[in-house]
Each structure stands twice: as C-alpha cells, then as structure tokens.
C-alpha cells in the first residue's frame, strides 16, 4: 500500500520555478503507475518560467488565484480549475493573488527530466 502524506515530502524547486512535492513517480519509487504526481506552490507574485513538456500535464487548482498561460491562450484560474495541458505546449503559470497558489500537477506518462525544456 502506498500512502504519502504532503507534510512528510520534501519540499525542493523545480526547473520551472514552482515549490514541489513529488508525491508518486514511478520512476523513483516501485509502483505499477503509468502518471507522475506532485503538490506544486507559488508565493504571491510568483511565476514558474515557460516550459514544455513531451507529456500531457494537468493542473488542479486548490487554493489562490493565477493565470494560466498555453502557448497563446492566457487564463485566470482559481480553485476548483482543472487545466488540460496538451504535450509540446509551452506553458506557465503566474499567482495573481495575496496568498500561495497550490496545485496538484499530473504528468501522463510520468515526469522525467529530460522530456522537459525550462526558457531561461
């Protein structure tokens, strides 16, 4: 059985800018799991760098407000948002608001770094 509580993961920064904690890779961990998922944060006034990934991601949305931006689209995302990233699309994600964007981000198949390009 695999149970992961957020407040045991350690927290460290992406490429991308964000605060992760990676809660099931399968690349890391034996787990018959084809995803990646991790609690990703943002502080207020902060953006993760345009990226882009091989893989289909998703983003839910928990707590703080943002915008979202894919390729040319840009939209404002608060909780309860369930963002459909498609693969090879360059995007980022900025917090609009006076607390911490929280999110959950899933990577199909799992995230692996080489199958990510950060801008500088």
């Not at 459909?84 to 699309?89: D, G, L, N, R, T």
Request: net charge negative; hydrophobic share 30%.
């Amino acid at each position: 059985m695999f149970i992961r509580r957020l407040d045991e993961r350690k927290t460290f920064e992406s490429g991308d800018g964000a605060l992760l904690k990676e809660l099931f890779n399968p690349l890391t961990e034996k787990m018959d799991l084809g995803y990646s998922l991790a609690h990703a944060e943002l502080a207020p006034g902060g953006s993760t760098k345009w990226h882009t990934l091989e893989y289909s991601e998703v983003y839910y949305i928990l707590e703080g407000e943002g915008t979202m931006h894919i390729d040319s689209e840009t939209s404002p995302v608060s909780p309860g948002c369930c963002v459909y990233i498609p693969p090879k699309s360059r995007q980022k994600i900025e917090n609009t608001g006076n607390i911490p964007v929280k999110f959950i981000c899933i990577v199909d198949p799992a995230w692996r770094p080489e199958c990510e390009s950060v801008e500088d």
